[in-house]
Nanobody
């Protein structure tokens, strides 16, 4: 239903900043909770930041105070502002959209294709 495309990844030095964007299409964007996840080879995909339909946010402990998630429902975009980047932030970053399934005790979840962030001197 909804489709997601990430952009903004790249190479940055430690201490630098990047802003990731995720563009949505094909659905009613405001009905979805949104999140950013990251994954490195050999490890699970972990939640970095999430934002609800009402704008409430939560973050992984490792990024609190450095990363900020935001959404623009009019433009159907979700952002991840990343400051004070560390080498351990290197990963493929994925955006995620989730919404409840009417009449079922579950939810629909959609992923973007991912964008690579490399933090290195």
């Amino acid at each position: 239903q909804v489709q997601l495309v990430e952009s903004g990844g790249g190479l940055v030095q430690p201490g630098g900043s990047l802003r990731l964007s995720c563009a949505a299409s094909g659905s009613i964007f405001s009905r979805y909770a949104l999140g950013w996840y990251r994954q490195v080879p050999g490890k699970q995909r972990d939640l970095v930041a999430a934002i609800t339909t009402g704008g409430s946010t939560n973050y992984a402990d490792s990024v609190k105070g450095r990363f900020t998630i935001s959404r623009d429902n009019a433009k159907k975009l979700v952002y991840l502002q990343m400051n004070s980047l560390k080498p351990e932030d290197t990963a493929v970053y994925y955006c995620n959209a989730r919404t409840s399934v009417p009449g079922a005790e579950t939810y629909l979840e959609v992923w973007g294709q991912g964008t690579l962030v490399t933090v290195s001197s």
